[in-house]
C-alpha cells in the first residue's frame, strides 16, 4: 500500500494489481535506452515514424494474429492507384526500422496464407507471439 502522506483512506492506493484482474496488453520486448544491450525498444523505434506512419502501425496492429505475428491488409483494387501509394510511402519506414517486414508470395504460400491480401510480419524480437520459434523462423526466411 502507497501512503501518500495523507490520513484519508481514498488517498492511498496500492501499486499492486489484485490477482483476478485480466491481463489486456501484450507482451513486447523489455525496454532498454542501454546501447551495449542492444534490444529493441518500440517506443524508440515509433518515436521515429511520422505520424502517418505511427497511425498505420497501429492500424495494422489491429490486424493482426497473435498466435503467430502476421499481419494481414486487404489489397487495394486497381483502379485506387493514389492510395496504394500513399500506404506504401507510410509503410516503407516501418519496414526500414525493422518493425516489420512483407512476406514473400512464395512464403505466403508455403505458410498457407490468402495471397488477397497484403501479408507482413511483426518482428518478434519487439513483439512476442505464442509461437515465437516459428515467429522467428519465418522472420529470419524473410532476409
Not at 525498444?41 to 505475428?69: C, F, W
Request: charged share 25%; proline share 4%; with cysteine.
Amino acid at each position: 500500500m502507497f501512503d501518500s502522506g495523507c490520513r484519508d483512506k481514498k488517498y492511498q492506493y496500492s501499486l499492486s494489481q489484485p490477482k483476478t484482474e485480466k491481463k489486456d496488453y501484450q507482451v513486447i520486448s523489455s525496454f532498454t535506452t542501454n546501447e551495449e544491450n542492444n534490444k529493441t525498444d518500440i517506443l524508440e523505434l515509433m518515436g521515429k515514424l511520422s505520424p502517418a506512419s505511427q497511425v498505420l502501425l497501429l492500424e495494422l496492429k489491429r490486424t493482426y494474429a497473435p498466435t503467430s505475428n502476421v499481419v494481414t491488409y486487404p489489397k487495394f483494387s486497381t483502379t485506387d492507384s493514389q492510395k496504394y501509394k500513399t500506404f506504401s510511402k507510410y509503410i516503407t519506414p516501418i519496414i526500414k526500422l525493422g518493425i516489420i517486414k512483407r512476406i514473400a508470395i512464395n512464403h505466403v504460400r508455403n505458410l498457407e496464407l490468402s495471397e488477397d491480401n497484403y501479408n507482413y510480419l511483426f518482428n518478434p524480437e519487439i513483439i512476442s507471439c505464442t509461437r515465437q520459434q516459428q515467429a522467428k523462423y519465418v522472420w529470419k526466411m524473410l532476409n
